[in-house]
């Protein structure tokens, strides 16, 4: 906290702006290497450790084509994502995107949504460390309560949150790097092997493709919650220093690696044991995968030692779930979209425990109702559908802005509107292929948030004009006829044919549509229609002015 503002707005008798100072002030203490180690910690948990089975037994050994293609698909909505965090960087991440593009009935869908998807996805590692802890226990010929295990760790889960940011990156760092260096050193070791036969994970792939190509999207879609940990990058915005650039920074480098490390480790898995190894005696899918397969190929104690390092890299996906799950409650909190008390931060550690508290007793019924393997596809089917909607909210928002002003991206998404585009797109069709719980999944995530906002956050909540408001109301009341007019003075004006115009040609354009204005007006209406402050608008900028001037 700032102490001389606050001594400031003491002595101005500003004592409500103070208050309010404190209670949502979380500390800025993340950097880009933290960012990272977070989002990595996130997604290589469950989604290396368990998922490989599941997919297997879905699409055989090509597996690292789902992985490729489901990383490909989130590339789009990665990247939108990079550019709505340098304009927002709050905790709260997605939700705060989404509620600020669609407004707050969107917002609360979206945001009860990704928090139940996001402590679907941590309660996910906890069940599925459970068979790694199994192998380990019948190894020192030794027994122990699972449940009683994933409720301990869960609770020390919950402890570690409240205590802050600062002491999740420290117990992460270790676990994470350690894990990553000596599975891939496994890989690397085998890939030297004579037994490995590398056509196996190849022809895999390609007889999919081949034979039934909606098979390889089925796996796809399943597989997407391993890249959940690029969403929760964003839900932590708040406590990350220099935002604007660490954000897209991190994003993209932890996306980046997270695809390549799947790909990698999943390709040497199934070139490096014959046969349908993912499956237990009785035609299950085995839930410690990464286990059967180092055992084979290293022996039992290295195999132990992957199984015990897979139990700690869980328990800390999990620890990164936990932060950035209740993000997304104090969030809603700090927009009046739910109850006050999820906005209080502890006086001491600076977290919002309220949030934190909550979210882990919810987990924790997850963990002893729920199947795994459903766990894994209701989360994965509502963060498809939050990329789709975070491609769309980059649409309207650049669209629309000019009626609204305050979206300024740092950073701007290469390939707009066309990456957006196929991001809505194959999301869509991901989930499709789903099937009918991911559909369920979200007709319910879509019942329980209109119920919540139409009970509570109605009554709490601003009403506003969103961009998605301004961007249907474009749609709408668009006049073809007008429009070309409006595009014929553009290029008229646009005398080397630059597809932009300077102010000069900006002005001869509206006095060829008959926009009467002084000097002084005309300059002053360039420079707010010119966000960029580059000295030219576009097409999309002219045009929108011509509409929001007609409105007035």
Not at 116 to 136: E, Q, R
Not at 430 to 436: D, P
């Amino acid at each position: 906290m700032d102490l001389r503002k606050t001594a400031s707005q003491l002595a101005k008798g500003e004592i409500k702006s103070v208050v309010k100072d404190v209670k949502v002030k979380i500390e800025r203490s993340l950097n880009l290497a933290g960012l990272v180690i977070i989002s990595l910690a996130a997604m290589i948990g469950s989604g290396l450790f368990v998922l490989p089975s599941f997919t297997a037994d879905i699409m055989g050994p090509g597996i690292w084509m789902a992985f490729l293609l489901a990383g490909i698909v989130v590339i789009p909505g990665a990247i939108s994502k990079s550019e709505l965090g340098s304009a927002m960087p709050s905790s709260g991440g997605s939700y705060v995107y989404l509620e600020r593009t669609f407004g707050p009935l969107i917002g609360t869908i979206s945001g009860l949504g990704l928090w139940a998807s996001f402590l679907l996805k941590s309660a996910f590692a906890l069940i599925g460390f459970t068979a790694y802890l199994y192998a380990v226990t019948t190894y020192f010929d030794t027994t122990v309560e699972t449940l009683l295990v994933s409720m301990v760790a869960l609770l020390v889960i919950t402890i570690l949150n409240i205590y802050g940011i600062k002491k999740i990156k420290k117990v992460q760092s270790p676990i994470l790097i350690v894990t990553v260096a000596v599975l891939i050193l496994i890989c690397i070791v085998q890939l030297f092997d004579s037994s490995t036969d590398f056509s196996v994970p190849y022809n895999g792939a390609i007889d999919v493709v081949k034979n039934d190509p909606l098979l390889l999207g089925e796996a796809a879609a399943l597989v997407i919650i391993a890249y959940s940990g690029i969403i929760k990058v964003g839900a932590i915005g708040g406590e990350v220093k220099d935002p604007e650039k660490n954000l897209p920074s991190g994003i993209i480098i932890s996306l980046s690696a997270a695809i390549l490390l799947y790909c990698f480790v999943t390709f040497v898995m199934m070139a490096s044991v014959p046969g349908e190894w993912w499956l237990n005696d009785g035609g299950e899918p085995r839930e410690d995968s990464v286990f059967a397969f180092v055992d084979a190929v290293a022996g039992t104690k290295i195999g132990i030692f992957m199984a015990i390092l897979a139990i700690l890299t869980m328990i800390s996906g999990a620890l990164a779930g936990v932060l950035a799950s209740s993000r997304f409650l104090f969030a809603m909190s700090r927009d009046n979209l739910l109850p006050q008390a999820l906005e209080d931060v502890n006086a001491r550690f600076e977290t919002p425990h309220w949030a934190i508290i909550i979210t882990s007793l919810t987990m924790a019924a997850c963990i002893i109702l729920l199947p795994v393997k459903d766990v894994a596809k209701l989360a994965s089917g509502f963060q498809i559908m939050v990329f789709v909607l975070i491609n769309i909210s980059v649409i309207v928002l650049r669209r629309a802005n000019f009626a609204h002003g305050w979206y300024h991206p740092k950073y701007k998404s290469p390939l707009y509107p066309w990456l957006q585009i196929f991001g809505v797109i194959s999301g869509t069709y991901l989930v499709y292929l789903m099937g009918q719980k991911a559909i369920l999944g979200a007709f319910a995530a879509f019942i329980i948030g209109a119920v919540t906002y139409y009970s509570y956050g109605v009554k709490h909540s601003h009403i506003r004009t969103t961009p998605f408001d301004t961007f249907m109301k474009m749609l709408s009341e668009s006049d073809p006829t007008q429009r070309t007019i409006r595009e014929a003075a553009f290029h008229a004006a646009d005398l080397g044919g630059k597809n932009h115009l300077t102010l000069r040609e900006f002005i001869a354009a509206l006095k060829a549509l008959h926009f009467t204005f002084t000097n002084d007006e005309y300059r002053d209406i360039f420079h707010h229609v010119d966000k960029e402050e580059n000295g030219y608008i576009d097409i999309d900028q002219f045009l929108a002015f011509i509409y929001i001037a007609e409105e007035e």
